[in-house]
């Protein structure tokens, strides 16, 4: 069965926004990597600063090639979380939105779809 890996980003609320349209210019920076599945990014909405950002994978070596081929390119330049256009200095890299990540792992032992009628 998949893996799931969830990063966990705290994100003050006056960089909320800031974070959002970053992940929004990301349009297909992960969809197209061999054996994922599923990105949602999940925003808090009562007692929490820590947004979720929740992907599905085939297996561990899906995310690990991911994670050592077009992430580590796209981090390289600015990701979601840390760069946007014209927020810095040319030059310069913007200050990253989240201000803290912790990435949690898991296999997915049971899952459920809805009923087709």
């Known amino acids: 069965?998949?893996?799931?890996?969830?990063?966990?980003?705290?994100?003050?609320?006056?960089?909320?926004?800031?974070?959002?349209?970053?992940?929004?210019?990301?349009?297909?920076?992960?969809?197209?990597?061999?054996?994922?599945?599923?990105?949602?990014?999940?925003?808090?909405?009562?007692?929490?600063?820590?947004y979720l950002v929740y992907t599905r994978w085939r297996d561990?070596?899906?995310?690990?090639?991911?994670?050592?081929?077009?992430?580590?390119?796209?981090?390289?330049q600015g990701r979601p979380g840390d760069s946007a256009p014209g927020e810095a200095p040319q030059g310069e890299r913007p200050r990253p939105a989240a201000s803290g990540s912790t990435l949690w792992s898991f296999d997915v032992v049971q899952q459920a779809a809805p009923k087709q009628s």
């Open 1 to 50: 069965m998949s893996i799931v890996k969830i990063n966990v980003l705290e994100v003050p609320a006056e960089q909320r926004e800031v974070l959002e349209k970053r992940f929004a210019s990301r349009a297909g920076a992960v969809e197209n990597s061999d054996g994922f599945e599923w990105f949602e990014l999940l925003r808090p909405v009562e007692g929490t600063d820590q």
């Open 60 to 76: 561990e070596a899906a995310f690990q090639a991911w994670m050592e081929g077009p992430r580590k390119a796209a981090h390289q």
